[in-house]
C-alpha cells in the first residue's frame, strides 16, 4: 500500500529555538580574481634546495646557503638557511627542523616594454599581446636602479624593455634592457 505524503513547503531544519537566520547567496560572496591560487605553498624544510625560494618572517627570500646539522637528542637534524629578500636585498636567516614544513612563495616573472615613465615613478608597461599595467613604480632597491632606467628611456627616445617579479602580492622591476 502506498501512504501519501503530506504536500506542503519543504522548509530547513530548525537547529535552536532561537535560530531565524537564513542562509542566502550573500554568504558566499567570493572576492578573488586568482582563480584560487595561493600566494605560497607549504613544503618541509629538507626539501628546498640552493638557489631556491622561502618564506623567512614573512618575507619571500633567495636561499644562498644551506647547513644542515645533525640530529640532536631531540632527534631532529636542523637546517640553518641563509637568504636575500627578493625585493630590497636584505639579507635573512632562519633555522628549521628539516622534517618540519615552512612555506615557499610563488614567484612570477614577466617581460613587460616600458611605454611611459611618470614624474613619481609610475612606470606604464606593455605585454606582448597588448596589454597595459599601470601599477607597477620604478624600483628602489638597487637604489641607481631607478635613475638607469629614466636615462636608458630618455624620455621616450629609446625602447626599453624591463623584467617585473611578483611574488606575495608584491610586483617589483628587477631587471631592464635597451630594446
Known amino acids: 500500500a502506498v501512504i501519501p505524503m503530506e504536500a506542503g513547503p519543504l522548509r530547513p531544519p530548525i537547529l535552536s529555538p532561537n535560530n531565524n537566520s537564513t542562509m542566502s547567496d550573500d554568504d558566499y560572496v567570493i572576492e578573488s580574481s586568482d582563480a584560487g591560487a595561493s600566494a605560497v605553498i607549504p613544503m618541509e624544510a629538507g626539501n628546498i634546495k640552493k638557489g631556491g625560494h622561502m618564506m623567512i618572517k614573512g618575507k619571500a627570500c633567495k636561499v644562498l646557503t644551506i647547513s644542515v646539522s645533525k640530529t640532536g637528542k631531540h632527534g631532529h637534524a636542523k637546517c640553518n638557511f641563509l637568504a636575500v629578500d627578493i625585493f630590497t636585498g636584505k639579507k635573512c636567516e ?16 614577466s617581460d613587460w616594454e616600458i611605454i611611459d ?63
Not at 628549521?96 to 616573472?109: D, E, M
Open 94 to 109: 632562519d633555522m628549521i627542523p628539516s622534517s618540519h614544513g615552512t612555506t615557499v612563495p610563488v614567484v612570477n616573472r
Open 117 to 179: 615613465i611618470e614624474e613619481d615613478g609610475e612606470l606604464t608597461l606593455m605585454d606582448e599581446g597588448g596589454n597595459q599595467k599601470t601599477d607597477v613604480n620604478l624600483p628602489t632597491y638597487p637604489p641607481t636602479m631607478a635613475q638607469e632606467i629614466r636615462d636608458l628611456w630618455d624620455g621616450g627616445e629609446n625602447q626599453v624593455s624591463c623584467t617585473v617579479q611578483s611574488a606575495i602580492g608584491i610586483e617589483q622591476v628587477i631587471s631592464f634592457k635597451k630594446v
